[in-house]
């Protein structure tokens, strides 16, 4: 039985896709189902007998206590987060309670629990907390890719916040011995993405004829990983890794914000045509491409960031399947067979104000 938190969001909800779909392993969804959290994202295996969902908030600890108590789990996979650069920076409250907070109950929660097992069943258990690469900081004016023993500097309070639950995690490794495993990911893209960030952002607001706005002068560099390549090699991470290991994850695809936007742009021109979106009956626009507006940079705004993701391809022989051409085309795709979705997202508080990469 794998517990994976944050299971309603884009990443876990491919990490609980993944499981069902292609191991027999069972799975416990626990999430909270927050602005960002969508029953919809698992509708395709929400009704396979392996499968249980949980509400409920990682800050609680009584329920954690009895989410242990209940479900059993051998591994943990523990992914639910604030994660919005932009949010963090207008509100970064719910970002500490959550990321900081909500770790250190949820590692309480694990380690009485994992305390009272035997010890056969103590070795084989795992903690896996899934990072992102923002805590390394910036590698602006240099060729450097993030390693595993790139030091800390993170920028935003988002990246402080996790930054702060990866050394609370490796603390609980060291202090009591807790089996953990932590990655570190770089940007992750593809289905089922809450439409603040960068790319559903632009999808969406090219869509509706609507401005497609880019930070500054749209130079900023990220490594894309396509998020079903991520929910395999975090899979591949909890049932392999070594324990107290570190594993950076990315998708060997470094592209300026701009190059992203006009590609999307360009994949938009070909499969849904201004001439054919109503959106644009009053426009006399005929690229996409004329939607793109430069605003003003966000504060402290990192300008690279790029990952070796060399160990985990050595050691546990996992490399991405998809390149950028490949994976921001099936993205493309999905959000136009797939607008039910995206409009039921949009029917509710969110109404794309965010403007993010990230």
């Not at 650069?85 to 929660?109: C, H, K, W, Y």
Request: glycine residues 6%.
């Amino acid at each position: 039985m794998i517990l994976i938190t944050g299971g309603a969001g884009f990443i876990g909800s491919a990490v609980v896709r993944h499981v069902i779909e292609n191991t027999d392993d069972s799975v416990v969804n626990l999430d909270k189902l927050t602005y960002a959290g969508n029953v919809e994202s698992i509708a395709s295996v929400s009704n396979n007998e392996r499968y249980h969902f949980v509400q409920g908030d990682i800050c609680d600890a009584q329920k954690m206590a009895e989410v242990f108590k209940k479900y059993q789990p051998e591994v943990v996979m523990h992914l639910a987060a604030e994660s919005h650069v932009d949010r963090s920076i207008d509100g970064p409250a719910d970002f500490m309670q959550t990321n900081i907070i909500g770790t250190f109950t949820l590692l309480e929660a694990t380690r009485n629990y994992w305390s009272t097992l035997p010890q056969g069943k103590k070795e084989a258990f795992r903690f896996h907390h899934i990072s992102t690469d923002e805590v390394y900081g910036d590698l602006d004016g240099t060729d450097d890719l993030f390693t595993e023993e790139t030091s800390y500097d993170p920028s935003s309070p988002y990246s402080a916040s996790k930054a702060s639950s990866d050394h609370l995690v490796r603390a609980w490794n060291r202090t009591y011995g807790l089996p953990v495993i932590v990655t570190n990911c770089s940007n992750n893209y593809g289905p089922y993405h809450f439409p603040e960030k960068l790319i559903p952002h632009v999808i969406l607001n090219a869509l509706d004829a609507k401005p497609l706005p880019i930070y500054g002068d749209g130079s900023q560099v990220r490594d894309w990983l396509y998020v079903e390549d991520h929910a395999r090699a975090l899979y591949k991470v909890v049932t392999e890794g070594i324990v107290g290991e570190t594993y950076n994850i990315g998708g060997h695809n470094e592209k300026q914000n701009i190059e992203v936007v006009e590609t999307l742009c360009a994949i938009l021109d070909e499969l849904k045509p201004i001439s054919d979106n109503s959106a644009f009956s009053q426009s006399s626009l005929v690229n996409y491409n004329e939607l793109i507006t430069f605003v003003n940079d966000r504060p402290g705004h990192d300008i690279r960031y790029a990952i070796d993701a060399s160990k985990i391809d050595k050691e546990l022989g996992w490399l991405p399947e998809e390149s950028f051409e490949t994976g921001i085309r099936k993205t493309v795709e999905w959000y136009l067979n797939n607008e039910n979705w995206w409009k039921r997202v949009l029917s509710g508080d969110y109404q794309l104000e965010r403007i993010g990469d990230k």
